[in-house]
Nanobody
Framework: QVQLVESGGGLVQAGGSLRLSCVAF????????MGWFRQAPGKEREWVSAVSWSGSSTYYADSVKGRFTISRQNAKNTTVYLQMNSLKPEDTAVYYC?????????????????WGQGTQVTVSS
């Protein structure tokens, strides 16, 4: 059974940092591209960042470019990280990890097959 488990969310003041983690269980994810999305109340799910299966290619939404960094490690259980710096109140959302088979990276939510349950990130002003 495929399972993606996110952690690392929480409450932080504007300008602070958080590091999200997503551990993939159930199969070998080293040949899966991974991504992060977020959804704020009343808004559609938004793509944030993506990384290729090897970790060599990364993409970022303009809204987080220069502040967020995605990375992954493929030893044992594949884990993807999202380092979030200089957080803003508009970054407040539930953050979701996603995965799909392929080289990647991929940006559209419809391109991903597997999703985590999400972790809440709240940035206070």
């Amino acid at each position: 059974q495929v399972q993606l488990v996110e952690s690392g969310g929480g409450l932080v003041q504007a300008g602070g940092s958080l590091r999200l983690s997503c551990v993939a269980f159930g199969r070998t994810f080293s040949n899966y591209a991974m991504g992060w999305f977020r959804q704020a109340p009343g808004k559609e799910r938004e793509w944030v960042s993506a990384v290729s299966w090897s970790g060599s290619s990364t993409y970022y939404a303009d809204s987080v470019k220069g502040r967020f960094t995605i990375s992954r490690q493929n030893a044992k259980n594949t884990t993807v990280y999202l380092q979030m710096n200089s957080l803003k109140p508009e970054d407040t959302a539930v953050y979701y990890c996603a995965a799909r088979y392929g080289l990647g990276p991929y940006r559209g939510p419809n391109e991903y097959d597997h999703w985590g349950q999400g972790t809440q990130v709240t940035v206070s002003s």
